[in-house]
């Protein structure tokens, strides 16, 4: 299993690079232009990933800032964004490659952003935090192509075969 885990933090970092690149293709207007998906626009909702990454890896690893919120747009710009996106993927490949298989096993204990104490097994908060980012990674796919961007395939099995071309 942490083979699955390393392969998806890998993909994650080629897929948000794939995206990031259409991303710059946008005006300041369209990246923050008010949308009735998740977050608002699409720049608040790639806010949103970075900063739900972030919380999660802390979660992970017992480390890091605290995250107050999941809701902000502390990187207006684009290029902050671009660099805390890649601090990010570091951390989760960085975590990913160290993780103990029988870690796996366990329970990860945390707190929500609402202050809820929560008890889930590590592997599944594992699979929420890949699948999170898949989430809202195909919600700005979606949003490029209604400001006229046909934007690169971002699937994991392209990932896959890229890596065997």
Known sequence: MKTIFTTLARYNRWANARLYAELGKLTPEQL???????FGSILA??????????????????????????DAVPYPDLA?????RSIEEERAE????????????????????????????LALCLTHFFNHQTHHRGQIHGLLGACGIKAADIDLIGYMRELTE
Not at 56 to 62: Q, S
Not at 80 to 84: E, F, I, S, V
């Open 32 to 38: 923050t232009a008010p949308s009735e998906v998740n």
């Open 45 to 70: 909702i790639a806010n949103h990933l970075v900063l739900a990454d972030r919380l999660w890896l802390n979660r992970f690893t017992g480390g890091g800032a605290p995250v107050p919120t999941i």
């Open 80 to 84: 902050d964004l671009a660099a805390a």
């Open 94 to 121: 960085a975590f990913a490659r160290g993780l103990d298989p029988a870690r796996l096993e366990s329970t990860l204990r945390y707190t929500t952003t609402e202050g809820t104490a929560m008890a889930t097994p």
